[in-house]
């Protein structure tokens, strides 16, 4: 049986996407949220717990970008022009943070504070830059041909704008329910109460997208409300509410200290499933399916030997990290 290579890599970058979301997207909410305490030894702690792992979440950024130009050329060429400002914007923002965090620990006392500002400052317009992004991908792109053909801030719009603060709501909710899980003590209790207006944000965008997305598209009325589409939506919004369920009590009362945060990455993994189906099979929305976009059958052959190789050396090493530093973060300590 002929392999359909195009539908493996669109699955392939999906996960690579996935995965930088959920692992980048709790670090990126640790800055989101040092505004939350000014206490010097509280935002050691809130670094130290990322500290080992922050720079390596950050592979799956250069997988699902490198992978996108390799084997969908035509959606990268399309998408890249349409959405240069929000890219741009999230690595600069990407490089503060960056910067900061390594200069912080090593920052006089009176300059300290400045590198504070610089890492929160960076983790807000790399995460708010990426929501835009998805937004404006989401609404469409204006193509002419098979070339873009829209203004220089077509991307800017009031549904990108909000798509930005509800991914910025969704890692403030990550990092909260991963602290919560990483510390112990006043610091926990504190991280407990900030994530609970987290979760209320996140959960009141999740409506609002819900409900906009089908102005957008008037398909999408059919996918969710006719048979037999609806099938296979209908466990999306009920697994949503499952989920939120369990975040809540996870905040409030659950003492394994870890099922907050599992239940947010299950939340953000199920809203991405629902994201999919309303997407799929267009790689650049209303434009260009995933087998119109893809590279020649020969590259991707060619290029599905490499990823076989290493995604599970990522996935290794990945999970290595996590084993070798799970536990509570205790100490106030940071990079000599």
């Not at 909410?29 to 990322?50: A, K």
């Not at 991307?155 to 709501?169: K, R």
């Not at 953000?268 to 929305?285: A, D, M, S, W």
């Amino acid at each position: 049986m002929e392999l359909d290579y195009p539908l493996i890599w669109g699955l392939l970058i999906a996960f690579a996407i996935f995965a930088y979301v959920c692992l980048d997207g709790f670090d990126l909410g640790i800055g989101i949220l040092y505004p939350t305490t000014s206490d010097q030894d509280e935002r050691s702690l809130m670094m130290n717990t990322v500290a080992p792992v922050w720079d390596g979440n950050e592979t799956w950024l250069i997988l699902g970008g490198g992978g996108l130009f390799a084997v969908f050329p035509l959606a990268y060429a399309t998408i890249m022009p349409a959405l240069y400002m929000p890219i741009l914007l999230m690595l600069i923002g990407l490089i503060f943070r960056g910067v900061a965090f390594e200069y912080r620990f090593k920052a006089s006392d009176k300059r300290r504070p400045y590198w504070d500002l610089a890492f929160f400052l960076g983790s807000l317009v790399a995460a708010l830059s990426q929501g835009v992004a998805l937004g404006a991908l989401i609404q469409g792109i204006e193509i002419e041909g098979r070339s873009y053909a829209g203004g220089w801030f077509d991307w800017l719009t009031p549904f990108s704008v909000m798509t930005g603060f509800a991914l910025v709501s969704g890692y403030a909710l990550l990092g909260a329910t991963w602290l919560i899980m990483k510390l112990e003590g006043t610091a926990q209790e504190h991280f407990r109460r900030v994530a609970r207006p987290c979760a209320l944000l996140l959960l009141m965008f999740i409506g609002i997208v819900s409900i906009w997305m089908p102005f957008i598209d008037p398909g999408i009325v059919r996918l969710w409300f006719s048979m037999p589409y609806v099938l296979y939506t209908v466990p999306v919004p009920i697994a949503v509410a499952a989920l939120a369920f369990v975040i809540w009590r996870g905040i409030t009362y659950d003492h394994h200290h870890a099922t907050a945060f599992l239940a947010t990455l299950g939340l953000f993994l199920v809203t991405y499933i629902g994201l999919g189906i309303n997407l799929y099979p267009y790689v650049v929305p209303h434009n260009f399916t995933i087998w119109e976009a893809a590279a020649p059958d020969s590259s991707l052959k060619f290029l599905l030997v490499g990823a076989v190789v290493l995604i599970p050396m990522i996935l290794a090493y990945t999970g290595y990290a996590y084993w070798v530093f799970r536990g509570k973060t205790k100490s106030t300590e940071g990079y000599h």
